[in-house]
T-cell receptor, first 112, second 113 residues
Framework: NAGVTQTPKFRVLKTGQSMTLLCAQDMNHEYMYWYRQDPGMGLRLIHYSVGEGTTAKGEVPDGYNVSRLKKQNFLLGLESAAPSQTSVYFC???????????FGPGTRLTVT | AQTVTQSQPEMSVQEAETVTLSCTYDTSESDYYLFWYKQPPSRQMILVIRQEAYKQQNATENRFSVNFQKAAKSFSLKISDSQLGDAAMYFCAYRSARQNFVFGPGTRLSVLP
């Protein structure tokens, strides 16, 4: 099993450009999450999904959109990138709300 | 919203010694789960240990154990016989049915040879 994978691993964008981060999991998990990690702030939840076709906002959703068209995939979109979105992005999945999360390897995004 | 505090931004321990990382949280709920995650320089987040709040018994995983004090809302991680590979950022996290995962700011652990 590959677990949770993320594509791409690194990306540099110019202000105003758009991009999509792809997260895939092969563990048949219902719950999927997108986080951003910034120095000294731990992980902050951007958006999450409790099942195929559902999405919900987390703590810091502004400037991001998500979609969960298939159970195994969770996409994070940036429509117009800003320097404040420079961060490391992690995708995670879990079997249920009370179970541990399994994380992807992260995507380092730089917006210039 | 619930908050998770890790008051030690950095800690160091001598190889083979024992170290304890602190975590406190704020909640009014009685049913919740607590986690410790490790993030080595590779950036991969790895689950270290999980604790159910309704269980009084402290969770253990090999050299890792927790001291869960529910009334004090404290959840510290003890690493015994520290190894060089234990050097990492450690994050404490809280989860309940009403509250998504909340992570603390992390503690950077250095292991000295």
């Amino acid at each position: 099993n590959a677990g949770v994978t993320q594509t791409p691993k690194f990306r540099v964008l110019k202000t105003g450009q758009s991009m999509t981060l792809l997260c895939a999991q092969d563990m048949n998990h219902e719950y999927m999450y997108w986080y951003r990690q910034d120095p000294g702030m731990g992980l902050r939840l951007i958006h999450y999904s409790v099942g195929e076709g559902t999405t919900a906002k987390g703590e810091v959703p502004d400037g991001y959109n998500v979609s969960r068209l298939k159970k195994q995939n969770f996409l994070l979109g940036l429509e117009s990138a800003a320097p404040s979105q420079t961060s490391v992005y992690f995708c995670a999945s879990s079997y249920s709300w009370s179970y541990e999360q399994y994380f992807g390897p992260g995507t380092r995004l730089t917006v210039t | 919203a619930q908050t998770v505090t890790q008051s030690q931004p950095e800690m160091s321990v001598q190889e083979a010694e024992t170290v304890t990382l602190s975590c406190t949280y704020d909640t009014s709920e009685s049913d919740y789960y607590l986690f410790w995650y490790k993030q080595p320089p590779s950036r991969q987040m790895i689950l270290v240990i999980r604790q159910e709040a309704y269980k009084q018994q402290n969770a253990t995983e090999n050299r890792f154990s927790v001291n869960f004090q529910k009334a004090a809302k404290s959840f510290s991680l003890k690493i015994s016989d520290s190894q060089l590979g234990d050097a990492a950022m450690y994050f404490c996290a809280y989860r309940s049915a009403r509250q998504n995962f909340v992570f603390g700011p992390g503690t950077r652990l250095s292991v000295l040879p």
